[in-house]
Nanobody, 127 residues
Framework: QVQLVESGGGLVQAGGSLRLSCAASGPTFNKSHMGWFRQAPGKEREFVAAHTWSGRQYVYYAYYTNSVKGRFTISRDNAKSSVYLQMNSLKPEDTATYYC????????????????WGQGTQVTVSS
């Protein structure tokens, strides 16, 4: 069983930055795909970024949805079993609840492929 706990959300002005953290439990973190998704009120949950394991030791890949490329950076620290989302140049349209998710296999962009989810952390960007 994997448990995920997000932190780091908050209220920030447009153009500001936030760093989200996700602490994971479980022995297979370093071999898991880790994703960040977000959901705004009245909208479906959408893919934001993923940090996927290549199958080779210490080799990972990062993927982003187009709207956050160049502004957000996903990273992980296997020693701390944590994944991070650095969000810069935030815009009001980034306002949403952000969720961390984990899976061993599957399409990294699809929320249906993820087995484990955190409780979410709210990010609000004011204009």
């Amino acid at each position: 069983q994997v448990q995920l706990v997000e932190s780091g959300g908050g209220l920030v002005q447009a153009g500001g930055s936030l760093r989200l953290s996700c602490a994971a439990s479980g022995p297979t973190f370093n071999k898991s795909h880790m994703g960040w998704f977000r959901q705004a009120p009245g909208k479906e949950r959408e893919f934001v970024a993923a940090h996927t394991w290549s199958g080779r030791q210490y080799v990972y890949y990062a993927y982003y949805t187009n709207s956050v490329k160049g502004r957000f950076t996903i990273s992980r620290d296997n020693a701390k079993s944590s994944v991070y989302l650095q969000m810069n140049s935030l815009k009001p349209e980034d306002t949403a609840t952000y969720y961390c998710a984990a899976t061993r296999t599957g399409d990294y962009w699809s929320p249906r492929e993820y087995e484990y989810w955190g409780q979410g952390t709210q990010v609000t960007v004011s204009s």
